[in-house]
């Protein structure tokens, strides 16, 4: 990579350790991915729940944040992905002290690095949405899907170590999404239906990120007709992310960089019909059984418009199976003064803050508290389940909520 | 049979050698395995019960979310890791993960790398003159 003297400078240790290791690792990457230079970004955003750094990612961060010489804090605003608990809800999850601990110490390493514990993956919605052309360095696939194709930010998906090393270099190695010639769509996708609840968004996305398959792959969507929501569009592109690992997709008419069709794509891609039938196969392939032990709605964490809606589902209704409604730190307040955290409660929900279903030691959750069979609106979170053990399926919030009060989930 | 090169466009790690698990099918750390049994786990992936511990993991393409990126730095500090990735494309993710656990990784190939590889192969992949060789 073509590095500038404040680089080259930082390379040598002039900056300190941190920087230097930082800049060390964003290298190997742009050199695997043959990045020309770097480009500054404006803000990093970082996954690291306690159950995918480990031990050793734990001690790794310590490592870092005990050095005091040279700078050792991040230059630009960099922020947390949700956490591997929710503190005052980790003995009723089922969680251990050694997983709580080990939060807390991560918790710890990155203050003293200068991250700023946000705990959300709805950064987009509750602390500061990217503008367009915007260089950032996100973590979360749904940040980054949402912040490229609704906002028209720059970003690849950044792990862990590389947002942090963002952070801590204020620059991030210019290839993928960085690029211009990237951003350009690879297959054309014609749906004939536009869907009216969150989990038929986050389907529609589900089938999509399938067809597409690959991170390098930019679907370009026609048919979607009015002006989808933030939480609408947030679904859709967590699903398609998770589905596909689909970083970028524009709606023509709707998304920032495609007007037109022409903006984006060349006449010659190849068409994909994707119908309402397809939407509803693959909702019915988890559908699995029609006892559920749990209902979670979480993956993305759930707006204060989401939880106002399922509060006034719960309203009158008393559950005979638990039911976890999930929150960034942001919302949890506002739900809490507006009365839904209350009404949700009053009902036997839990409302959950700072943390993420999947993220938060799914695979111990399940043998600890006996949840196997669980109801979602999320299609992001059906797809991830699988692998830690459970059968997740897939339903409307209103279908989900009525499957808490009878612990049957009906058919659709 | 006579041995055969297979170039890589993308490489980063340690030369390797070791047996070949192999499949049409996608990878993620977080969606695909158990990483304390060290076996695929996802009921739908292809190679779901088998373990991947000591592998070359030959396969198509990254799936998933951006977990992997810590995933293979702690796996690796137990011993319970695949011993490289060779994808036909990969994700900045696997990528990130790679760079952080000092993980063998190749990908981006002139053919389906997970039909020319068969399963159970032993295979050398060196990643510092990008290629793999089997046989």
Not at chain 1, 105 to 134: D, H, S, W
Not at chain 1, 242 to 264: Q, R
Not at chain 2, 5 to 21: C, D, N, Q, T
Request: aromatic letters at 6%; proline letters at 5%.
């Amino acid at each position: 990579m073509k590095l500038n003297d404040e680089e080259r400078d930082i390379l040598a240790g002039k900056a300190g350790p941190v920087p230097q290791q930082a800049l060390k690792h964003q290298i190997k990457v742009g050199d695997f991915f043959a990045a020309r230079d770097f480009v500054p970004v404006t803000q990093a955003h970082i996954m690291a729940d306690t159950e995918s750094l480990g031990e050793a990612g734990v001690q790794w961060l310590e490592g870092l944040a005990a050095t005091t010489e040279g700078e050792h804090r991040v230059r630009i605003p960099t922020i947390t992905d949700p956490r591997g608990t929710d503190f005052a809800k980790a003995d009723w999850l089922g969680q251990t002290s050694a997983m709580v601990d080990l939060e807390r110490r991560a918790i710890v390493a990155f203050e003293k690095l200068g991250v700023a514990m946000t705990n959300t993956c709805i950064n987009y919605q509750t602390i500061q949405p990217p503008t367009r052309n915007e260089h950032t360095a996100f973590g979360d696939t749904g940040v980054v899907i949402y912040a490229n194709s609704v906002c028209g930010a720059r970003s690849n998906f950044e792990g862990g170590p590389s947002a942090l090393s963002a952070g801590l270099t204020g620059r991030t190695p210019r290839y993928g999404f960085h690029l211009p010639e990237q951003r350009r769509g690879s297959l054309r996708i014609q749906v004939d239906h536009t869907p009216a609840t969150l989990n038929g968004w986050g389907g529609l996305g589900g089938v999509i990120g399938r067809l597409a398959g690959n991170y390098w792959a930019v679907p370009v969507i026609e048919g979607i007709e009015g002006a989808p929501r933030s939480d609408q569009l947030k679904h859709f592109g967590a699903s398609m992310a998770s589905f596909g690992s689909i970083a970028l997709y524009h709606i023509v008419g709707l998304t920032p960089e495609a007007a037109k069709l022409s903006d984006v794509a060349a006449s010659d891609l190849p068409v994909h019909r994707v119908t309402k039938a397809d939407v509803e196969a693959l909702q019915k392939s988890y559908h699995t059984d029609d006892t559920v032990d749990v209902v979670v709605f979480s993956a993305p964490q759930l707006s204060l418009y989401e939880l106002g809606d399922l509060a006034a589902l719960c309203d009158g209704r008393t559950f005979s199976v638990p039911m976890l409604a999930v929150t960034s730190p942001q919302v949890k307040p506002d739900s809490d003064r507006m009365g839904y955290t209350a009404r949700i409660e009053a009902a036997g929900g839990h409302v959950l803050s700072g943390m993420c279903f999947y993220q938060s030691y799914a695979r111990e959750i399940s043998e600890a508290r006996g949840w196997k069979r669980l109801a979602t609106n999320s299609a992001k979170l059906v797809n991830i389940l699988g692998g830690y053990g459970y059968r997740p399926m897939l339903a409307s919030m209103e279908a989900c909520v009525e499957a808490a009060a009878t612990g049957k989930l009906v058919r659709t | 049979m006579s041995a055969r090169i297979f170039k890589a466009r993308h490489a980063m790690g340690p030369v390797v050698r070791g047996p070949a698990l192999v499949a049409n099918d996608g990878f993620s750390a977080r969606y695909d395995l158990d990483r304390i049994k060290g076996v695929f786990s996802r009921p739908a992936h292809k190679l779901a019960g088998q373990s991947y511990v000591g592998k070359i993991l030959v396969l198509d393409t990254a799936k998933g979310g951006v977990a992997t990126a810590w995933m293979l730095h702690e796996m690796k500090s137990r011993g319970i890791v695949p011993l490289a990735l060779v994808l036909n494309s990969v994700n900045p993710i696997l990528a990130q993960g790679a760079a952080l656990g000092d993980v063998a990784m190749l990908a981006g190939f002139d053919e389906d790398i997970t039909a020319a590889i068969p399963n159970g192969a032993v295979v050398e992949v060196n990643p510092a003159e990008g290629w793999l060789k089997v046989g």
